[in-house]
T-cell receptor, first 108, second 112 residues
Framework: GIQVEQSPPDLILQEGANSTLRCNFS?????LQWFHQNPWGQLINLFY???GTKQNGRLSATTVATERYSLLYISSSQTTDSGVYFC??????????FGDGTTLTVKP | DAMVIQNPRYQVTQFGKPVTLSCSQT?????MYWYQQKSSQAPKLLFH???????NEADTPDNFQSRRPNTSFCFLDIRSPGLGDAAMYLC???????????FGPGTRLTVL
């Protein structure tokens, strides 16, 4: 199956800083999602982005499908951005596989 | 608001005592998934229904079963929970197989 690797595993920021989270995948995908898992465990959809660039407020994401990676940008981070960020990728005829996540801590 | 609902949010059971977790959705999505997530790990797909077709992952233990009586509801049955089955169980839905998945809030299972 497809392999999904996320980096860094842990990230600590001061409030107001910017960050970039990376997701590498081992095969062609036609589905890539970024999620934020809040402290209560719910996975919140951030982006569905198998290719291209999208922006939503302080968050944006870019997927370069030909080079098999996706980036999630968080600008002007806030303490409420803390949590685990997962990417999940699926090849054209396969299931979604989650990466191991990046744990983000934003300090006030 | 259209959503994915899971009940209960917290479930405590005894070792070996069968337990059922439920998931319902108002999105009218045809695909429903069950994931298991252990502490500090990524969610792991157990199985999914594509319409009425059940698709089991190869490494899902036989102890885990699922039922989907209609489009809106899906159940996860754990026949004889062991201590290793303590985890967060996440239900998700999608319209079709390789598109955006929407997750419920999860059920945290404790096995005593």
């Amino acid at each position: 199956g497809i392999q999904v690797e996320q980096s860094p595993p842990d990230l600590i920021l001061q409030e107001g800083a910017n960050s970039t989270l990376r997701c590498n995948f081992s095969d062609s995908v036609n589905n890539l999602q970024w999620f934020h898992q809040n402290p209560w465990g719910q996975l919140i959809n951030l982006f569905y982005i198998p290719s291209g660039t999208k922006q939503n407020g302080r968050l944006s994401a870019t997927t370069v499908a030909t080079e098999r990676y996706s980036l999630l940008y968080i600008s002007s981070s806030q303490t409420t951005d803390s949590g685990v960020y997962f990417c999940a990728a699926a090849p054209p005829t396969g299931k979604s596989t989650f990466g191991d996540g990046t744990t983000l801590t934003v300090k006030p | 608001d259209a959503m994915v609902i899971q009940n209960p949010r917290y479930q405590v059971t005894q070792f070996g005592k069968p337990v059922t977790l439920s998931c319902s959705q108002t999105l009218n999505h045809n695909v429903m998934y069950w994931y298991q997530q252990k502490s500090s790990q990524a969610p792991k797909l157990l199985f999914h229904y594509y319409d009425k077709d059940f698709n089991n992952e190869a490494d899902t233990p036989d102890n885990f079963q699922s039922r989907r009586p209609n489009t809106s509801f899906c159940f996860l049955d754990i026949r004889s929970p062991g201590l290793g089955d303590a985890a967060m169980y996440l239900c998700a839905t999608s319209r079709g197989g390789t598109v955006t998945q929407y997750f419920g809030p999860g059920t945290r299972l404790t096995v005593l």
